[in-house]
């Protein structure tokens, strides 16, 4: 039997890393974005659409078994552009998985959300739970908590099976030595999403952070493991070529709050950190 899984946001960063990871033999993608989508060999169904649209996307989610909604605004912005994009525009998409009895949801949030927690406020084992408390550290992070909030929402009233991805920094290698702690690979990107999707019942609801197996993080990947995420990466493989490296300091305070220099921006700025 086909499986069908919608992708919000496909034009975008992560949706354009993600898709070919997540394309596979039985599986037909189906990715939505405002901007135009590339065709390519692998079948997948392009619609050119706003999930913010009531009537394109209840007819994207038609006949899904999953949905994957990365789209939104993808840092730092006016309030009112994050809460119409990220915040109203995740409800349109939660109200079409209800009405079109779509069991299954992974919601791209974001490290930001809980950026203000600290590595004095790890656990007995040296890591922060995943399920941490919102710390917001921009709107950017509010609208993300925010996206959570739905999500359990959601889940709580409807039996929505819900993942939230607290994503770090998802890039193809570190920038920067905030990196080592909060980097997640492409593939083990697509590793967090797959254990989502194939997460077995009863549904649940579970926020989750997107970090690979860094050797110096300090958050937790044992709610990830609970699913079946293991990741395969580790960022420490280009620590020695990172600018800074020598004078590596985690009492710095970019180095040691989960938002990095997030943390101490203007709210509002479009002019932001690498993290």
Known sequence: MT???????????VGGALRPLLARPGRVLRLLDVMPVTPGDDGAEIVTASFADPAAIDEACEGVD??????????EGSWSELAEVNVEGTRSVLEAVVRQGVPRVVLASS???AGFWTRDDVGPDGFLPAGAAARPDT?????????????????????????CLRLGAYRPEPLSILDLAVWISHGDGARLVEACLAAP????????????????????LAEGAAIGYHPEDDAERFAAGLPGIGDFDWSALPLHRAGGGFCAMPLGSSEYPVM
């Open 139 to 163: 709107y950017y992070g509010v609208s993300k908590a925010a996206m959570e909030a739905l999500g359990s929402l959601y889940h709580s009233r409807f039996g929505v099976d819900v993942s």
């Open 3 to 13: 499986e069908r899984i919608l992708i919000t946001g496909a034009a975008g960063r």
């Open 201 to 220: 019942p009863p549904a649940g609801f579970r926020v989750l952070w997107g970090i690979s197996a860094n050797a110096r993080r300090w958050f937790s």
């Open 66 to 75: 999953a949905v994957v909604h990365l789209g939104g605004n993808p840092g």
């Open 111 to 113: 490290i930001h959300a």
